[in-house]
C-alpha cells in the first residue's frame, strides 16, 4: 500500500520507508553493541508495534527471542487515560531476562510508562525500550527511553503500524491525515 492507494487521504508525509529504514538500521547497530554476549527478549505491543518489531529484530544480527503483549488503555477516542488493561498477557517468564520493549510511538507515555513498571515487576534483569517515534510536548510522564527513531510534533499520525480507526496500518511511511477523513 502506498500515497496513492488512499488518495487524498494523507495531508502531510513526515517520514519515507526510507528514512525509517535508514534509522532502523542505526538503532539496529546500537542494540547489537549494547546487547553483544547477552540474551535478548524482544516484546512487542500488539497491534501498533507490528512493523517496527518484523523491521528492527530482521536488521538484528543478535538471537532474539520475540513476545507479544496486547494492552487497552482506558480513554476517550484519541486521548489515553494511563489506566492499562492486559488484553493478551507474555507467554515468557521474565525472570533474569533482558527485554527491550518494541513499540510505535510514544504519545503521554502512560501506557508505556504503566508497562515498564509492570514487566519490572517480573524480576527481569533489565527493562528497556524502543520506539520508532515520540512526541516530546505530548509527555504526562517521562518515560527513560533508550532508543528513539524520531521525535515528531505533537500531532495525529498514521501508517507503519499506527492507526485511525483501525486503518492505515499497511502504509509504509508515516504521515498526517487530511482533514476531510475525521469528519
Ligand atoms: P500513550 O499516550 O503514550 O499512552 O499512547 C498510547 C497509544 O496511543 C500508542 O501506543 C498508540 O497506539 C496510540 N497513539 C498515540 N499517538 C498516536 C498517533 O499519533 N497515531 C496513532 N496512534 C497513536
Ligand atoms: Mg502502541
Do not use: C
Not at 112 to 127: A, M
Not at 137 to 166: H, Q, S, T
Request: glycine share 8%.
Amino acid at each position: 500500500m502506498d500515497q496513492s492507494d488512499v488518495s487524498g487521504d494523507i495531508a502531510h508525509i513526515l517520514h519515507t520507508e526510507a528514512e525509517l529504514g535508514g534509522r532502523l538500521d542505526e538503532m539496529a547497530a546500537q542494540i547489537d553493541a549494547d546487547y553483544a554476549g547477552k540474551d535478548l527478549l524482544l516484546v512487542g505491543v500488539l497491534k501498533g508495534a507490528v512493523m517496527v518489531m518484523a523491521d528492527l529484530s530482521r536488521r538484528l544480527h543478535h538471537r532474539i527471542e520475540m513476545d507479544w503483549m496486547a494492552v487497552s488503555s482506558y480513554g476517550s477516542g484519541t486521548k489515553s487515560s494511563g489506566v492499562v488493561r492486559i488484553l493478551k498477557d507474555l507467554d515468557s517468564d521474565l525472570s533474569g531476562r533482558n527485554v527491550l520493549i518494541a513499540e510505535d510511538i510514544i504519545d503521554s507515555g502512560l501506557t508505556l510508562s504503566w508497562l515498564v513498571q509492570n514487566l519490572r515487576s517480573r524480576g527481569p534483569e533489565t527493562v528497556e525500550i524502543a520506539t520508532m517515534l515520540r512526541k516530546p510536548e505530548a509527555a504526562k510522564v517521562d518515560v527513560d527511553v533508550k532508543y528513539v527513531g524520531f521525535d515528531i510534533p505533537n500531532e495525529f499520525v498514521v501508517g507503519y503500524g499506527l492507526d485511525y480507526a483501525e486503518k492505515y496500518r499497511n502504509l509504509p511511511f508515516i504521515g498526517t491525515l487530511a482533514p476531510h477523513v475525521y469528519s
